[in-house]
């Protein structure tokens, strides 16, 4: 940045359309202040730059007055009105690099300036190496759909509540892992620009009311852009006449004057206007630089290929044959042949257009800015930007919107219900303690076993199938055994629940278990994917999630130890993997401190 | 879960492809003798039969050294001239079964293993050819039968055929083939608990097993269509453990490559599995204790 | 066409309405237990599966437990199905607990069959006796041909190629609800005998079976032992020759009918008999259920409306005829049309456009048959208008009148005619009315009235 700060005159506004109070702006390197011209105003502003979280402004072009709008941290912004888009987009530059620059301070949320500045001063020692995610920067609209998501997904918010208002993660970091529930919505958005209209718009008519000899012609911006694009002397003439020469209207009303003669299709009433007025006949005749272009593209056909022996292939002048427009056929006269436009001339001429794009990105709202901005893009259109424009036709030709999205979307990892492994773990431990006896059992030798499996199948062929292969009284038990077993798991749970442990015990214990489980899922994913620690800033993290597991770890012995007794076992068994997961995270944790240390002793100067 | 594919067919008729656990170190030390269970199932086959002429049967042995086809009701002769004592299915079966255990028992003196490590029975090889099997007869033709897949186990899990029977599994799932397990061995099988519940099959360990028939015909016998309309056991939780690659040990918390999710019990430098080089945290110390980074550098 | 499914697996009711003490004596004999098996109704097999070794009863409430919300009706009616053919017998005791047991007769031979397995209703006979016996394919070309001469004479007695020893009376019995036949009039198919040809072979089958059992009696014959005896010998090994001898005199006549029905093949050896069973015998316990099996199609219908059926039976040709314009007959290509006229002549007939359709579908050759839609829709769609055509106007004849010589006339013509309920148009303006011709006598007598 040039210089450390900018001055520059501007209303203070709360609203967009609101009068505003007028004053001067000044912005240092970390401070908005704003001085209203008149002192007892009370419209001054003092504020730091790490309490705006964004910024938005008006462009250029639109009707818009140059705003720039400052969105507060703590919800509400200022608008400040400039003289114009110069000092605006002076401002708007100084506004960008000064709030990047500001980004640990930023990252401080609201009222807790406290941990802000801890935070500072734990990244001040490597500033330069640092980078801090932009969180400010993101837009409004992903804003909304993370509070939206946060309010649709209610253990979300639990988690959010307690882990970023808790100044354990940061926002950005908290929805960093969740990157995917972010982007749910922009893989939607179409990515097609607005084209040239396909319409015809050379075939414009006009509206009589029938009683006088008036006509009427309905011109939008979008019509006149399109007259623009379509007829390139037309454009010329506007640029030259308009509004030296002439008005815009009358420009307009001469130019649908030539209109309204071509759809008469009066060439000798068209010849005598013409004729009479040297401005109408600019509209009347031949667009000299279609003319132009169209001999060039000839002479780059083939010279092989003979043009003049297809011209009367087209049927054109048999009977029943050619093409009809308004009703008529069209014949080619060959008296006053300049005056008359072919429809087959506006047809290509229109597909020319189209297929070349909307090649201005401007607001149409004022035909001369649209006039200038097509003449610029024309200039700029050389050959390079010619075979540029093919390859996008090519490109897009292909629909984009209706391809497949070109990033395959990634089928993320399913566990089905996580509950589920609760219910394994007390599986394993019932069998774990069976699990010895029959390791013992299983000694028979190789040749004994095959000889007494073969002894059984020599058996079962000499006498036959046992009959009954079931006694009727086991038959009954096993049925009443299986038929208890259903109505048991049917009736108690309900049809869709599984039977589980979790649902056997109290239920402020389940869900406290199940909030836990979910706590230490989340800080374990931060924990693990901040290793190796390259930065401060990482460092800093760690220990700061660190620190909240090691809370959660003494609230499960609680839990372990407010359940009834009968139920403590089942609890100690959901309870051992959260510790065993925690421990194994500590034990990391402390392991590389250790190196750390060890490390910084060796190399005095490194960082902590 | 997938359901059973009720509206592609007609009825009730079943394609049932049943494996047979002929571990001989279980059978030793099983409290049910393997000709009462023999006896069990196989009137299960003759029951299956003779609830649908055109419901057809396979059965595959599950050995410790090899798997094999032993009965396609499909392929067997028409019932000729027997005996009268046993059901033109059993004599048949039971003597494929006689020869494939002598296969099996000469390919256990070839390798000369030591019989505990070969205590448990190659599922993942006749999970596989059932699937195969399947497989044929969903491109044979236009009508097919509902397919259905039974394992009747007894061994422990093998957790070395983890990787290849879970492949199975999803391979299963995918083509909509539940796969029913009825565990006879005194511990409960992981592998076919997970068999069962991805691919919306029955997972049951009878109590009793001299009532054996009276399970298989009660709740396997089950056919697809009247599935829908019925209320099976449900198992009471699933053992969702996973063995780690490198030492085949089913374990609890481990490593897992981002890129293939291979399992691991220690920390590797290289996926073993795609060749995914892991990262050291920070630079070259090499120490023991500098175990965990999960992400791969490449 | 649900309709015609009903006909033809009620089979299965004719066989549960049968007295007590005869379906209990059917029981004894295990291959009509087995058949009986097969013929349940899903939910019903198991339920007789799981009760296979039990022998006390079995209360209601513990078999509910197992079934889901949406099965109760399937439950519903597999037990009512195995109540009416007595396989379960409900009992209810004094504390009103209901409670099944199963049939022990039925239990014990099904027993049987698990552990012992199949013994064949009789042993074939020994190959050096038996000579020329037909190869399986030479069978079945038999069987269809017997069948299909069967169904022509059936549907036409003078198109038959040879006569059967099926007897008039017989055969009266078999068109009884199939033919209409008026005085001195050639007989016509009814709106049924249509749907009967463009059912399935075996549901045709079980069709006449089932009239063949219901009118044994008439012939003196036990309709449960032409029961017993029918499914018993569709448990015998299709191909095999089976000697006559063990068959009772009455079984023996039986036999000869079947023969004509394609069902077994009669063969004459030197000193012995034999009769060999076909295809569709054995096929006899397996339509009872839904039939899984499915013949061969041979229809190609195109979306120009044209069709091509690759069949050299005579039979297919006279089952298109009913819908279509047959244009060529080949060596084994018909070719024919679906235009509206032959349509409206199936219409006629009472067949309707689902049913049309149906069967074009059922029998769409290979080739098209694994295309989805089997028949194009343009066709179908077609087929379908073609029909609501037909129901779009409705006819009444009727009168129509004007020239009034005065309002009040007119008036009260209309007055009168609505009385009468016969006023289907006015016109008061112009004083026109139209009433229906019923009426027309009465309007007739008030209007004379009127002018004097």
Not at chain 1, 171 to 198: I, N, P, Y
Not at chain 1, 424 to 449: V, Y
Not at chain 3, 39 to 68: G, H, N, R
């Amino acid at each position: 940045m040039a210089s450390g700060h900018v001055i520059k005159r501007a209303k203070y506004k709360t609203s967009p359309k609101g009068a505003g109070t007028p004053g001067v702006l000044k912005m240092t390197e970390n401070k908005i202040m704003f001085k209203p011209n008149d002192p007892t105003s009370a419209s001054k502003i003092d504020v730091e730059f790490r309490s705006i979280k964004g910024y938005k402004n008006t462009k250029e072009g639109s009707n818009n007055p140059p705003l720039l709008n400052l969105s507060l941290e703590q919800g509400g912004s200022y608008i400040f009105e400039f003289e114009n888009f110069l000092d605006l987009q002076v401002c708007r530059e100084f506004v960008g690099n000064a709030l990047t620059k500001s980004g640990d301070a930023a990252k401080a949320k609201s009222g807790d300036t406290a941990k802000a500045k801890s935070g500072e001063a734990v990244a001040t020692s490597d500033r330069s190496t640092v980078t801090y995610p932009d969180e400010q920067l993101i837009s409004s609209a992903e804003m909304e759909l993370r509070i939206k998501l946060l309010r649709e997904n209610s253990e979300l918010q639990n988690l959010h509540k307690k882990f970023v208002l808790g100044n354990i993660l940061t926002e950005s970091e908290f929805w960093a892992t969740r990157k995917k529930l972010l982007d749910g919505d922009s893989g939607t958005k179409s990515k097609q620009r607005v084209g040239f209209k396909s319409s015809m718009i050379l075939d414009i008519k006009p509206m009589t009311d029938g009683r006088t000899n008036k006509v009427t012609f309905n011109l939008t911006p979008e019509i006149k852009y399109q007259i623009f694009a379509l007829k390139p002397a037309v454009h010329r003439a506007f640029l030259n006449h308009v509004p030296n020469k002439m008005t815009e209207k009358d420009f307009w009303t001469k130019y649908f004057r030539a209109e309204y003669l071509h759809s008469t299709k009066n060439a000798v009433a068209a010849a005598a206007e013409a004729a009479e007025d040297e401005e109408l006949a600019i509209f009347l005749k031949d667009d000299d630089i279609l003319a132009n272009a169209a001999r060039q593209k000839i002479r780059r056909v083939d010279p092989t290929l003979d043009m003049e022996a297809d011209q009367g292939d087209d049927y054109m002048h048999l009977p029943d044959h050619g093409i009809f427009r308004d009703g008529s056929k069209e014949i080619t006269d060959s008296q006053h042949e300049q005056f008359k436009r072919t429809f087959l001339q506006d047809l290509n001429r229109q597909g020319e257009v189209v297929l070349e794009g909307r090649t201005i990105d401007v607001e149409l709202e004022d035909p001369r800015t649209v006039a200038e901005a097509l003449a610029q893009s024309r200039q700029e259109s050389d050959e390079n930007a010619k075979q540029e424009r093919l390859d996008r036709i090519s490109r897009m030709t292909e629909m984009e919107d209706l391809q497949a999205p070109h990033d395959h979307p990634l089928a993320p990892l399913c566990i089905k219900d996580p509950r589920d492994y609760f219910d394994s773990q007390l599986l394993k431990i019932s069998d774990d303690t069976r699990a010895g006896s029959e390791q013992l059992r299983c000694s028979l030798s190789s040749e004994e076993a095959y000889g007494s499996l073969r002894g059984s199948i020599s058996e079962i062929k000499a006498m036959g199938l046992s009959d009954p292969v079931v006694r009727p009284e086991v038959a009954v038990m096993v049925l009443n055994g299986l038929t208890q077993n259903i109505s048991s798991t049917k009736f108690q749970l309900g049809k869709n629940a599984q039977e589980s442990i979790l649902n056997s015990l109290p239920n402020t214990t389940k869900e406290e278990l199940l909030h836990h489980w979910i706590s230490i899922q989340e800080l374990l994913r931060h924990f693990w994917s901040s290793y190796p620690i390259t930065t401060s800033y990482l460092y800093a993290k760690v220990s700061r999630v660190k620190d909240a597991m090691s809370k959660i770890y003494p609230q499960l012995e609680e839990i372990k130890e407010s359940v009834p007794s009968d139920l403590r076992q089942q609890v100690f068994l959901l309870v051992r993997p959260m510790h065993q997961a925690l421990d194994a995270a500590f034990q990391h944790y402390e392991a590389d401190l250790q190196k750390r240390s060890a490390k910084s002793g060796e190399k005095p100067n490194g960082y902590v | 879960m997938p359901s059973a594919p009720t509206k592609l067919y007609a009825d009730d008729v079943s394609l049932l492809v049943v494996l047979l656990d002929t571990n001989p170190f279980f059978w030793s030390t099983s409290s049910l003798p393997f000709s009462k269970f023999l006896s069990h199932v196989l009137s299960f086959l003759n029951s299956i039969l003779l609830l649908n002429q055109i419901n057809q049967i396979v059965v595959i042995a599950t050995g410790c050294n090899s798997c094999d086809y032993i009965y396609d009701s499909s392929l067997s002769t028409n019932p000729g001239i027997e005996n009268g004592k046993l059901p033109a299915l059993c004599s048949e079966l039971l003597k494929k079964l006689e020869d494939f255990v002598t296969r099996d028992e000469q390919l256990n003196k070839q390798h000369s293993l030591p019989p505990t490590t070969t205590s448990s029975s190659l599922l993942s090889g006749s999970l596989s050819m059932a699937l195969c099997y399947i497989q044929r007869v969903f491109r044979s033709g236009p009508l097919r039968p509902h397919p259905r897949i039974l394992c009747v186990q007894g061994s422990s899990d093998g957790p070395e055929q983890y990787v290849a029977i879970m492949n199975s599994i999803f391979s299963a799932q995918r083509s909509m083939v539940p796969i029913d397990s009825c565990y006879i061995g005194s511990n409960n099988s992981a592998f076919l608990q997970q068999a069962s519940y991805i691919t919306g099959g029955v997972y049951q360990k009878p109590q009793q097993l001299d009532g054996l028939f009276q399970y298989l015909s009660t709740v396997f016998a089950t056919d697809l269509h009247s599935r829908a309309f019925l209320q099976l056991p449900k198992s009471v939780g699933v053992d969702f453990r996973a063995s780690c690659f490198c030492h085949k040990k089913t374990i609890d918390m481990g490593y897992i490559c981002s890129v293939c999710l291979s399992i691991f019990c220690k920390h590797h430098k290289k996926c073993s599995t795609c060749g995914s080089v892991f990262g050291q945290a920070q630079s070259d110390v090499a120490s023991a204790s500098n175990l965990k980074r999960k992400t791969p550098e490449t | 066409m649900p309709e015609v499914k009903i006909i033809a697996k009620n089979f299965m009711d004719m066989v549960a309405s049968l007295p007590a003490m005869k379906l209990d004596k059917l029981y004894d004999n295990a291959f009509i237990c087995e058949a009986i098996l097969r013929s349940l109704p899903p939910l019903a097999k198991k339920y007789v599966l799981q009760m296979l070794y039990i022998d006390s009863p079995i209360t209601a409430k513990s078999m509910e437990v197992w079934v889901l919300p949406d099965g109760s009706s399937k439950h519903r009616v597999a037990i009512d199905r195995l109540i009416q053919l007595r396989v379960f017998s409900e009992t209810v005791d004094r504390r009103k607990e209901t409670t099944y047991k199963i049939n022990p007769t039925f239990q014990t031979n099904l027993q049987k069959l698990l552990t012992h397995g199949e013994v064949l209703p009789r042993e074939p006979m020994p190959s050096n006796i038996t000579v020329r016996l037909p190869s399986v394919e030479d069978l079945d070309v038999y069987a269809i041909g017997q069948w299909e001469c069967f169904l022509l004479q059936l549907i036409s007695s003078a198109q038959a190629e040879r006569p059967s020893n099926i007897s008039s009376s017989m055969m009266k019995v078999f068109q009884r609800g199939l033919l209409s036949q008026r005085d001195k009039e050639a007989p016509r198919l009814t709106e049924s005998g249509f749907q009967f040809l463009l059912m399935d072979t075996n549901a045709q089958l079980w069709y006449i079976i089932r009239e063949y059992i219901s009118n044994s009696e008439e012939r003196g014959v036990d309709p449960a032992d032409l029961i017993s005896f029918l499914l018993e010998l569709s448990f015998h090994v299709t191909g095999e020759a089976y000697n006559s001898n063990t068959l009772t005199e009455v079984q023996r006549n039986t036999i000869k009918d079947l023969t004509d029905l394609g069902l077994v093949k009669l063969q004459q050896g030197r000193k012995e008999s034999w009769f060999i069973p076909t295809k569709l015998a054995t096929n006899l316990s397996v339509s009872l259920t839904d039939s899984s099996s499915r013949k061969q199609g041979f229809v190609v219908v195109e979306t120009n409306f044209r069709l091509y059926a690759y069949s050299t039976s005579k039979l297919h040709c006279e089952i298109l005829r009913l819908f279509s314009r047959v244009e060529y007959q080949l060596p084994n290509l018909i070719v024919g049309a679906i235009t509206k006229e032959s349509l409206y002549n199936a219409f006629e007939n009472g067949i309707t456009a689902d049913q049309i359709i149906s069967f074009l579908q059922q029998n769409a050759h290979p080739r098209v048959a694994e295309r989805i839609p089997t028949v194009p829709e343009n066709v179908t769609d077609q087929i379908r208008l073609w029909e609501s055509d037909l129901n779009r106007v409705e006819m009444t004849p009727a009168h129509y009148y004007d020239e009034f010589p005065s309002r009040e006339i007119f008036e009260a013509a209309c007055d009168h005619a609505r009385e009468w309920n016969g006023l289907l148009w006015e016109d008061s303006k112009r004083m026109r009315l139209v009433v229906k011709a019923e009426i027309h006598i009465h309007m007739r007598d008030h209007l004379r009235g009127q002018k004097q």
